[in-house]
């Protein structure tokens, strides 16, 4: 079962540093239980879409706004992952969207170096009180792709962002610089394993030339009282309902088509953050 919310020292880390690594959040037999229904699942794969990356690859994913009933809302919702996120951001949360990412071998592509709070500022956010939880379901390794992190970078607050083919990316000039003075860290992860990270914290991750696949779950979360001040393709407050961990388990494997009308699939010519 999910081990439980994060510790006060994790919070604290996370505050400092703009994320933190939470080892075997999830267990084996519940990241099993993921992977089996994401891949098996014919409506999440036809309701994926690409981003071009800029260097000639494309990223795959598929995104919802709402968590319903099926397992991947049974993970949005369960307790070890909200709690933890209320004790992030300091109060009630909600559910902002969440996302299979599918970076399949030899074939996924890169994510530009940017901040989550640079898509989410122009959909009347106006603070960056958000955060993401970023659950590894298969291994992610520097050779496919892993996800790279500037430690504290969310200090620095909302950085302006571009297009970089078809995602938006942070000013590269600034970033050049940022590098130069702040360290550069590869997360490596296993299945279970899950990365919590800031609104504000730069971000990327490369290409995967392995003929390994890395694919990973990301559940997104606003503060309830961060309710965004206008209506875009993600939802403003929504009451959140927590399950118990268990819930995980004794969701297993049902189709995600069952519950797509209360899912709110995301359309592939929006953002897809």
């Known amino acids: 079962m999910a081990r439980g919310p994060l510790t006060p020292t994790e919070v604290q880390s ?7 690594l939470a080892r075997r959040f999830f ?31 494309t990223v795959r994913l598929s995104l919802w706004n709402h968590p319903g009933d099926t397992i991947y809302g049974m993970f949005a919702r369960c307790e070890s992952l909200v709690n933890s996120a209320e004790a992030l951001l300091g109060g009630e949360v909600y559910h902002y969207h969440s996302k299979m990412i599918m970076k399949d071998a030899r074939t996924g592509g890169a994510w530009a170096w940017h901040q989550d709070y640079g898509y989410w500022y122009n959909n009347g956010v106006l603070y960056p009180l958000l955060c993401s939880a970023f659950i590894a379901v298969d291994p992610a390794t520097r050779e496919n792709g892993c996800l790279q992190v500037v430690d504290g970078s969310h200090h620095l607050g909302r950085i302006d962002h571009g297009r970089t083919g078809e995602q938006t990316g942070a000013d590269p000039e600034r970033v050049a610089e940022i590098l130069k003075r702040l360290p550069l860290i590869y997360v490596e992860m296993d299945p279970g394993d899950t990365l919590f990270f800031h609104a504000n914290l730069l971000h990327r991750s490369d290409q995967n030339h392995s003929p390994h696949p890395r694919w990973s779950m990301i559940c997104c979360y606003n503060a309830a009282r961060n309710d965004p001040y206008r209506e875009s393709h993600h939802p403003r407050y929504t009451p959140l309902v927590k399950v118990p961990d268990s819930a995980i388990r004794e969701a297993g494997f049902k189709r995600f088509g069952d519950s797509a009308g209360a899912v709110g699939w995301h359309h592939p010519a929006k953002e897809s953050s």
Do not use: N, P, T
């Open 27 to 57: 267990a084996d037999e519940e990241i099993a239980l993921l992977g089996k229904a994401a891949r098996e699942d014919r409506e999440l794969d036809q309701r994926s879409f690409g981003r071009a990356d800029g260097e000639g690859g």
């Open 14 to 20: 996370f505050h400092e540093r703009g994320w933190v």
